[in-house]
Nanobody, 119 residues
Framework: EVRLVESGGGLVQAGGSLRLSCAVS????????IGWFREAPGKEREGVSC????????YYADSVKGRFTISRDTAKNTVYLQMNSLKPEDTAVYYC????????????WGQGTQVTVSS
């Protein structure tokens, strides 16, 4: 079973930065794509970013492009989401999720971490 544990959320002022971490318990990290999603009150879940395990290719939602950076440390089986220039509209619970490469559905989810950006 794949387990994901997020950390790094918190309260930050607008314009500030946070780095989220997602520790993934898999034997072969490279067989999975890891995505970051967020859910804000009253809004649908939004895909924020993802990174492919096979080749490290990345994707960003337009709403975060140029401000957020996804990266991975394969030695630590950890994926990071560096969030800069945070805005109040970035406030949400952030989740990381995993899917096997070639599968479109994210099967495994973390418990989420709250990010609150004050104006």
């Amino acid at each position: 079973e794949v387990r994901l544990v997020e950390s790094g959320g918190g309260l930050v002022q607008a314009g500030g930065s946070l780095r989220l971490s997602c520790a993934v318990s898999v034997f072969t990290f490279e067989d999975y794509a890891i995505g970051w999603f967020r859910e804000a009150p009253g809004k649908e879940r939004e895909g924020v970013s993802c990174i492919s395990g096979s080749d490290g290719s990345v994707y960003y939602a337009d709403s975060v492009k140029g401000r957020f950076t996804i990266s991975r440390d394969t030695a630590k089986n950890t994926v990071y989401l560096q969030m800069n220039s945070l805005k109040p509209e970035d406030t949400a619970v952030y989740y990381c999720a995993a899917r096997t490469v070639g599968n479109q559905e994210y099967t495994y989810w973390g418990q989420g971490t709250q990010v609150t950006v004050s104006s």
